[in-house]
């Protein structure tokens, strides 16, 4: 796979660039077996093979880091954002956290189209051999079936995963990466290939918001590359980009801190699909801490079974910390000021900022590449101190 994966992305032979590339497809099989049926199947061994995947992407990173190593600035930066990962790590017990920084630091002198494309790549070639697995029965395909109170029969089927969202959730962003890498070179015949391997897959999963958003991602891209692509590349777009990750945090995290039953905030959380409610179960067991702490993501309430946390910000904060979670959502909304000409990008970021509203994704890399996006967050902190140094000479002049 890997001598495959090289010859595709046409990848120097020797490059110590190529030891990120090899440590980021470590790391993203692992999380993206850790999440179908195989990982439940004592025979092949799984844990034993994720904690081998996940030291494999550790030491490969460290070695890449040491070898290239020079005392600057940003060496200062991110290694402040890597202790805040350890004190995350040790608080919420979950090793992930530590890998996922160090891979977004060590990303910062990678080409992004390269890591997208391995993504791309990584999650077709084991999300459709986990699907076809399950449809001819070598894993399961859990059914969830059911009919609504109106009488609507909704058919849900895990596909060979350990829920009947996760393979929705992974198509979401990887048609956010296909338009963004490829959107120069997709045909119409291409984009109506992606719209029925979206609708295939919502008609299997009845999962709506992933379905909605992709459906916008490919009709936007196909507006911007054959249409207009002035109505994606404007201010406007640019600023939604920007506003949406404090916004939708804000109204994940302060509207179910603030929220009771029969309130103001009601309808919101109708919309929301009960998301605030649900959320405020969660903070009255764990509240918040300032590094995060142990956490289940599932919540048993008496009279309403089992519930879970979706929204990826109020997830975050309880579970990675306040600290944690500002950084990731300045972050995020910093990362549309280096693809303010490229409309196909703000679009995709605009609509990842809303799908974390109500999904726990945004910094789940079996699902996503766009965290690595990250890694461009000094050289913009950068410029920014650059140009405010610039506009403060001229004033005084």
């Known amino acids: 796979m890997l001598v495959k994966l ?69 060496t200062l930066f991110w290694g402040s954002i890597l202790l805040v990962s350890l004190l995350v790590t040790y608080q919420a017990k979950t090793i992930d956290i530590f890998a996922s920084v160090l891979l977004i630091a060590s990303a910062r002198d990678q080409d992004i189209n390269v890591i997208f494309k391995i993504f791309i790549f990584t999650i077709v070639t084991i999300v459709s051999y986990t699907i076809l697995s399950s449809l001819i029965g070598i894993i399961p395909n859990g059914d969830f079936s059911s009919v609504s109170s109106t ?17 929705a959730q992974m198509l979401f962003y990887t048609v956010a990466a296909i338009v963004i890498v490829y959107r120069n070179k997709l045909n119409m015949l291409s984009y109506f290939l992606l719209l029925t391997v979206v609708y295939w897959i919502y008609a299997q999963t009845a999962t ?15 507006i911007y590359q054959y249409v207009k692509p002035e109505l994606l590349n404007n201010r406007f777009v640019f600023w939604c980009a920007v506003l ?52 289940d993501v599932t919540f048993d309430v008496a009279g ?27 972050g995020f909304a910093i990362i549309p000021f280096n693809y303010a000409d490229n409309g196909v990008m703000l679009l995709c970021l605009l609509a990842i900022g809303i799908h974390s509203l109500v999904d726990p994704q945004l910094f789940a890399f079996g699902y996503t590449p766009f965290p690595l996006l990250l890694s461009q967050s000094y050289k913009l902190l950068a410029k920014f101190k650059k140009r405010r140094r610039l506009v403060h000479t001229k004033l005084k002049d």
Not at 208 to 222: M, S
């Open 208 to 222: 709506r918001n992933p379905f909605i958003l992709a459906t916008i991602l490919i009709v936007g891209a196909i």
């Open 244 to 295: 949406v990750y404090p916004a939708t945090a804000l109204v994940s995290i302060f509207f179910t801190a603030i929220y009771h039953a029969g309130g103001a905030l009601e309808i919101l959380n109708k919309l929301l699909s009960e998301r605030l409610k649900f959320g405020q179960y969660f903070l009255h067991e764990y509240g918040f801490s300032l590094f995060g702490q142990k956490f």
């Open 6 to 74: 090289q010859r595709i992305l046409k990848l120097p032979s020797g490059s110590k660039k190529n030891l990120f590339y090899f440590a980021y497809l470590a790391f993203l099989i692992r999380s993206i077996i850790g999440t179908t049926e195989f990982s439940t199947i004592p025979e092949l061994h799984m844990p034993l093979i994720t904690r081998v995947l996940y030291v494999i992407t550790v030491l490969l990173l460290l070695y890449k880091e040491a070898s290239n190593f020079k005392w600057q600035k940003e």
């Open 151 to 167: 009488g609507v029969f909704r058919s849900r089927f895990t596909l060979g995963f350990t829920w009947m969202t996760f393979s």
């Open 304 to 330: 309403m079974g089992t519930i879970s946390l979706d929204s990826s910000y109020l997830r975050y904060a309880i579970c990675f910390g306040i600290v944690f979670t500002l950084l990731l959502i300045i």
